[in-house]
């Protein structure tokens, strides 16, 4: 069995509503679906889109090949083997849209928008969400992390704690997109070419008779590695005295000693002691590392108690978004094919949030043209050119429209990018340090306040009139007949 298939990563009603398709001899219908979330999480007041990469390679991989055929013929929904015949044949042949990974996005607007026959839509629902529900949701925890830390190391030590392998290295990626400066996971460093970074356990100083010993042992073998876990018996009678032991002994033989790393206990007041007594000894180039269940609100309040801290290993808190474990991304229809014309299509729902807004659209981010400051993200219809040509658009509110401003000297970014046309990849994957950069870029262009970890100032995200007005009107169409 080929474990790297994840062409069956999917719930079965996707496979079954193919089949119905196939059946019902609407498979080549076309149909538009868009990907979106409803909520940001943390409530953080934006999130930093990721899983793109992920999902490319899972749609040029699809394939059902010979073992997924004979798993699914054993199905009690006993498909015709006329549609395994279809599915071996299987190729995505549609277009894909997306934003890109490090974009700074929001809620209620589309990141991924997908065009292709209902058949191969379906299939890549629940791929495509599980994908960039989870990335999104890591980097923008990360980027919440960086936001605390400034200038300092972030080094993301997630690994044992993360919801299996692929989260660890996809988290891993996604930490790095956000801000993160290097990984422990070596499979993540090796995949992505993420800077990688290890210190030691405390089983290195258990393992000899005085911690001494232990850290003697390790800066012989790795001299220009050497970062010494200082808490094991008594951070500061012998963990820091140890290293500085050590840390002389290492400048007789020329080399510097990189950090020591507290990990557990009052983590201020022991890097305060630390940096002191490492001062004090002549050696104000060791830096501290910090780690022990850290999370951007410790980290926030140590800083604020004035912790000497130079690098924070993040692992459980960030990897496994611990204080909201998922991203709730949602894939809907807004546009499907009836007698050979598109139409919009509208899911209501007794919750009004749940609406979902008909029609393919657009997203651009709306740039004042005299601060360079994004005014708001503005949702369209495909087909609407004012705001690509630059004329006047009227921004409201689409829940109290009668907020609204008419904004005439801006720059529209179309923030939804080709990725496949035709089933052909047209995107060029970009490497991480341009994901990085353009993440950075992206941050640059918002208030602050729209930025804060607490409690930000919501960004306003607008329907175009248009794209509005087809919602009130089907909205009245499907509550009133
Ligand atoms: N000065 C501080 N202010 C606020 N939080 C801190 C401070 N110092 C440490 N912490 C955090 O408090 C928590 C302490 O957790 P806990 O009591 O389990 O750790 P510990 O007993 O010191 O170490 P361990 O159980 O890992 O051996 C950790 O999340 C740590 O990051
Ligand atoms: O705390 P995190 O943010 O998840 O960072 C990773 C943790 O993993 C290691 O601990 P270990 O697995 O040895 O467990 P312990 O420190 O809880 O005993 C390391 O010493 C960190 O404390
Ligand atoms: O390198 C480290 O110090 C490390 C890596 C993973 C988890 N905890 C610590």
Known sequence: ?????????????????????????????????????????????????????????YVRELRFDEDVLAYLAGQEERYDPAFLDRLRHFRFT??????????????????????????????????????????TLIATKAARIRQVARDETLLEFGTRRAQEADAAVWGARASYIAGFDATSNLRAGMLFGIPTSGTHAHAWVQQYDTEEEAFEQYAEALPDQVTLLVDT??????????????????????????????????LSYLSKAARKMLDEAGLPYVKIVASNDLDEN??????????????????TQLITAADQPSLGGVYKLVERERDGKREPVIKIS????????????????IISKENGIAIADYVTLLDETDVANGEPIDLFDPVHPYIHQVVHDY????????????????????????IRRYHREQLELFWPEHLRKLNPEPYPVDLSTKAWQQKMD????????
């Open 233 to 266: 018996y008594d951070t500061l009678k012998s963990g820091v005295p140890n290293a500085i032991k050590v840390a002389k002994r290492m400048e007789a033989r020329g080399h510097r000693m990189k950090a020591i790393r507290l990990d557990s206990g009052d």
């Open 411 to 434: 720059k529209a970014i179309p923030m939804l990018k080709p990725i496949f046309q035709d089933g052909e990849q047209v995107y060029e994957l970009p490497d991480l340090d341009r």
């Open 1 to 57: 069995m080929n474990y790297a298939n994840l062409t069956l990563h999917t719930d079965k009603y996707q496979i079954n509503m193919m089949y119905a398709h196939w059946r019902n001899g609407t498979e080549g219908e076309k149909s538009v679906f868009e990907a979106y979330f409803r909520k940001l999480p943390f409530g953080n007041g934006f999130a930093v889109f990721a899983g793109l990469e992920r999902f490319i390679r």
């Open 298 to 315: 410790i980290i926030l309040n140590l800083k604020a108690q004035g912790a000497r801290i130079d690098s924070w290993g993040v692992g």
């Open 350 to 365: 007794g919750n009004p949030e749940k609406v979902s807004t008909p029609g393919a659209k657009d997203v651009y981010r």
């Open 474 to 481: 089907l909205i009245r169409k499907y509550k009133f007949r």
């Open 94 to 135: 549609g277009n894909v849209w997306s934003m890109e990974e490090g974009a700074v996005v929001f809620a209620n607007e589309p990141l991924v928008r997908i065009e292709a026959s209902a058949f191969e839509a379906h299939l890549l629902e629940t791929a495509l969400l599980n994908f960039i529900n989870y990335q």
